[in-house]
């Protein structure tokens, strides 16, 4: 079987490797994953460390002694630096320090005196994972990597899992491999001297929400000019997603001022309701140097465009799946317009944004506050007042309200206001998941709330690094597909330090129904123009998924005919097929289908011999 990450296709910009401890087995357990195309970094003993593919561009290291560390990723650190850590490497949890000092995205390994260490991004963006190879624990950054050297197939159980809509936390974060564990990303991976010993170190816990937005705000401009700086620094030519948004506009005006030379890229909407194209020349007539490419709406993908033929080799099912084709269409002329990195506003609504369930604790802690806020609130998302009442008067820990969700997995679609102010949105198992699946589901989710604890105990922060790592997980895929067309994206807001002064900011003020993100305006004053500052809303690309749903119902229908997760009893074939023929049924502009489609297409494309 070719192992995943070296089949035909992997473009610059997809790093990817396993990382050994320096003991002796280790170059046995090396051999699963030399290939001729992979390069190796060795212990200070000689023994291999790194295996894998990256670009020198992608890659800083030091060594000194028996000390050696590498990052991995974008990191704009200087050899120098680096060189100082290594040589006052004294234990590897003295790392903590550097690993939260860094601007932007990156892996960090390093070794001392034959231990190593381990470890990805907070925001989940750069994940770990970790197996036994012949005896000896190896951590790659691609799970299936690691289950192609120990022959290991996917796990039926964490599969049907993978079909709620949504997926809580902590089920998500579950490798889909058997035998494989992931690390969490808050946590770095330590591997002894002997190769066969794991522990976890908890590297990162998020900032207490103390700021005020004044104080913030300058904090959070600093953060995101140095996420997007350590992409332009080099110069070249990059391009920038400017939709008109808030969070596109912004990336564009840093990448602006940077030495690179900038190619903004913007689709119109199909919907005339739609003024992203607006917002965005505006945002353009302030940046005359800039070259904007407008493309014209009726060529952007819909959603479900080119299912089929999807042959992308990822470790999880994503349901990035379905946008596949709109987040890559307009790479190929990106690249021949010079772009060497393609920035996008993606994670602005996740960080600059926040969880309105910070209210839930407001409520209780400033009360005066938090009612005049939760008024404003319910009149612009429309809640009704009982279901508002009763979710903040629900004040169950999350293992109870997880073990409730086990026993209502077949219930309709819970109010908005659930998700919004609850420990998060219900998840749900619709008509086409079979009994059986439907069974185990549930079994997982109980045996899951008897231990689990939430990201945080105040249940917005819980939310938002929830939303936070679920986004991740759908970029991390996106970046792999882009390279692989052949410009690598990036998304400067899901930086950690660009996260931290986010989330250090008081959530009052960061998510008010009387300002639309307020937090990111006041930080981009004296960057964007006062006038992009104003818009208030964004667009939904509603009209291009309920089109898509009409236009490629014949591609849904091939999908069912012969269904992979039918064959293992986990959906219904027929019912599946008879939705395809109906692509009016209520619920499914919902995107009800998304996770199950997800699953269908990454069991299609797993390696086959």
């Not at 892996?107 to 470890?119: F, N, P, T």
């Not at 936390?169 to 990303?185: C, D, I, S």
């Not at 109010?415 to 949105?425: F, I, Y």
């Not at 291009?544 to 009409?550: E, I, P, Q, V």
Request: net charge neutral; aromatic share 6%; charged share 20%.
């Amino acid at each position: 079987m070719l192992p995943p990450h070296e089949a035909e296709g992997a473009g610059p910009g997809d790093a990817h490797f396993v990382v050994l401890p320096d003991c002796e087995g280790a170059a046995t357990a090396a051999r699963f994953f030399l290939r001729p195309k992979t390069r190796v970094l060795t212990h200070p003993s000689g023994r291999p460390w790194l295996i894998g593919r990256w670009s020198d561009q992608e890659i800083v290291t030091a060594r000194a002694g028996q000390a050696a560390i590498a990052l991995v990723g974008c990191c704009p650190v200087g050899q120098s630096e680096l060189d100082r850590h290594a040589s006052r490497l004294r234990d590897l949890t003295a790392l903590d320090v550097l690993a939260r000092h860094l601007p932007g995205s990156f892996h960090l390994v390093a070794s001392l005196d034959g231990q190593m260490r381990v470890q990805g991004t907070a925001s989940g963006l750069r994940l770990v994972f970790h197996a036994p190879v012949d005896g000896i624990h190896v951590a790659a950054t691609s799970a299936d990597v690691l289950a192609a050297a120990i022959g290991t197939g996917p796990d039926e159980e964490q599969l049907a899992i993978r079909l709620l809509w949504p997926v809580p936390y902590p089920l998500f974060e579950r490798p889909l491999w058997r035998g494989v564990t992931a690390v969490p990303p808050e946590e770095a991976l330590i591997v002894a001297s002997d190769g066969r010993t794991v522990r976890r170190s908890r590297w990162w816990t998020p900032p207490e929400p103390t700021r005020s937005l004044a104080d913030g705000a300058p904090l959070v401009r600093q953060a995101l000019a140095e996420a997007v700086g350590a992409r332009t620094r080099d110069g070249g030519v990059v391009s920038c997603d400017l939709s008109g948004g808030l969070d596109s506009t912004s990336i564009c005006f840093l990448a602006a001022t940077s030495p690179a030379r900038v190619v903004a890229s913007t689709w119109p909407g199909r919907d005339p309701a739609d003024s992203d194209l607006y917002w965005a020349e505006q945002a353009g007539g302030f940046l005359p140097g800039m070259e904007h490419v407008v493309w014209d709406a009726d060529e952007s993908p819909l959603v479900y465009t080119d299912l089929l033929t999807i042959d992308d080799l990822l470790d999880e099912p994503t349901i990035g799946v379905m946008d596949r084709a709109r987040v890559l269409h307009h790479l190929p002329e990106m690249a021949r317009r010079g772009s060497r990195l393609h920035l996008t506003g993606i994670g602005g609504d996740h960080v600059a944004w926040c969880s309105e369930a910070y209210y839930h604790r407001m409520l209780r802690t400033r009360p005066l506050l938090a009612l005049r806020q939760l008024r404003g609130f319910k009149t612009l998302f429309q809640w009704s007042l009982g279901d508002t009442v009763r979710v903040l008067a629900d004040s169950r820990p999350y293992g109870q309200w997880l073990a409730s969700c086990g026993r209502r997995l077949r219930d309709p679609m819970s109010s908005t206001v659930s998700g919004a102010l609850g420990w998060g949105t219900p998840p749900r198992l619709f008509d086409w998941v079979t009994p059986e699946a439907a069974h185990t589901v549930a079994g997982a989710l109980r045996e899951a709330a008897a231990h689990a604890e939430p990201l945080h105990s105040d249940r917005g922060m819980h939310g938002d690094m929830e939303q936070i790592r679920i986004c991740t997980r759908i970029v991390r895929q996106w970046d792999r597909m882009a390279a692989r067309a052949g410009v690598p994206m990036a998304s400067p807001f899901f930086d950690d330090r660009v996260i931290e002064a986010c989330l250090a900011v008081d959530p009052a003020e960061r998510v008010t129904p009387w300002a639309y993100k307020p937090l990111l305006a006041a930080a981009m004053s004296g960057v964007v123009p006062d006038v992009c500052l104003r818009r208030s809303n964004k667009a939904h690309a509603s009209m291009d998924a309920s089109n898509g749903l009409r236009e490629h119902r014949g591609d849904l229908m091939k999908l069912w005919e012969d269904s992979h997760l039918a064959r293992l009893g986990l959906v219904n074939g027929d019912a599946l097929r008879v939705l395809a023929q109906r692509p009016s049924t209520p619920g499914l502009q919902d995107a009800i289908l998304y996770s199950t489609i997800a699953c269908e297409v990454w069991l299609r494309n797993l390696p086959r011999t």
